[in-house]
């Protein structure tokens, strides 16, 4: 009977303290949720600065230029760990300058019998041996299955679309077996992470050399959409023939993809994520990204802004927490929390893009993350200035109420 009247005494009064502790959780929510605000704020602050006064311009173009797949590239690559691939061989004519000697070359690849050969060479005007010329241009005719670059020149805005190329001399620009390797570049530091699959040249449409000789070897068709499309620098590694040893290694060629085209020359380097890379390269990246990610999907801007807010919430609550918890320490024991879930971030982003096909634009939230902490200091003088001015009544509430109080 006691304990029945103690719990009738008692139970008014802990439905009290539960709501009262639901009441304070409810305004400490609302308080991330100012935090979370400001960060917004110093964001689109931060994002007219950049747009409007030029000083800031270097900070917009190294926003622009950051890629989080630089990272996974250096993971996959770490203590060397690469894998040769099973679909291209790169046969380098470096050293090999009269179109003669190139022709012997073309017509000892075709020996080897290819799945595919893809010239990376442009071959613009006649030469000075009309015979050479010949030759080169039988080679040619001869390869079972053959895809020709060519350069896409003279782009018009207006219009969206180039108005002129530079194709080799023996066909015309419109031939089936043509693939331009224009190459796109950051204006920022030349650092080349994308590739686009078509461009549009005097109202045609024409697709980009790599992913042609992708649609025309058989192996797969990759999707169109999106147009621009990320190189995926994997730790894939392309075995490298000199025109010299072709009979020697032979088998290196049989059955495979063949690239023909210049790997030492310094006119045709790229600034890379992993690092200086000749175009012929490049282009075979290209291939194997349309063989092994052929439908790599990005996620939209507003996934992004989804996820930062998400972050900035969680990283107001866990920051006060430490705070509360730690305040003597709470700095040291804030950057490891930051540290770890940076290391969470790359991580999830890693398996999304390696395993998923999905690839996670994380600029907009790693910039939120790095402004939570002075968003917390800002909101928390507005707080102390609230305290110090009482007279300002909607100020003086949130400051009563305030966990930061």
Known sequence: MTERIRNFLLRPLSMGCRQLKGKLALSAFREHVFVCI??????VILAALSLNLSIFSPFRQAFDDFSITDVYYTIQRTDNNVEWSNDITIVDITDQHSRSDIARTLTQVAECKPKQVV????FASPGEQPLADDSLVRAIDALPDKVLAMKLTDYDPEKSSFTACVHSFFCPPDAPYNGFVNLPKSINSGVL???????????????????????????????????????????????????DSIAQLKGLLTGKIVFVGAVHEESDMHITPIGKRPGTEIQAHIMQTCISHPHIKTTGTWFSVCLAALLCLLSAWIGHK????????????????YFLLSALLVWIGFICYVKFDLYIKMTIPFVAMALVEQARLHYKWIISYGKAHPEKKWLSRLTQKSIYA
């Open 38 to 43: 400001i960060v917004l704020l110093f964001m």
């Open 322 to 337: 430490i705070q509360k918890r730690f305040p003597l320490m709470y700095l040291y024991w804030l950057q490891g929390y």
């Open 119 to 122: 010239i990376d060479l442009i």
């Open 193 to 243: 992470r994308t590739f686009s699959m078509f461009e549009t040249f005097q109202g045609d449409t024409v697709q980009a050399l790599a992913p042609l000789a992708c649609s025309k070897s058989g192996l797969k068709t990759p999707s169109l959409q999106p147009r621009e499309r990320i190189i995926a620098f994997n730790n894939v590694q392309f075995p490298v023939v000199r025109y």
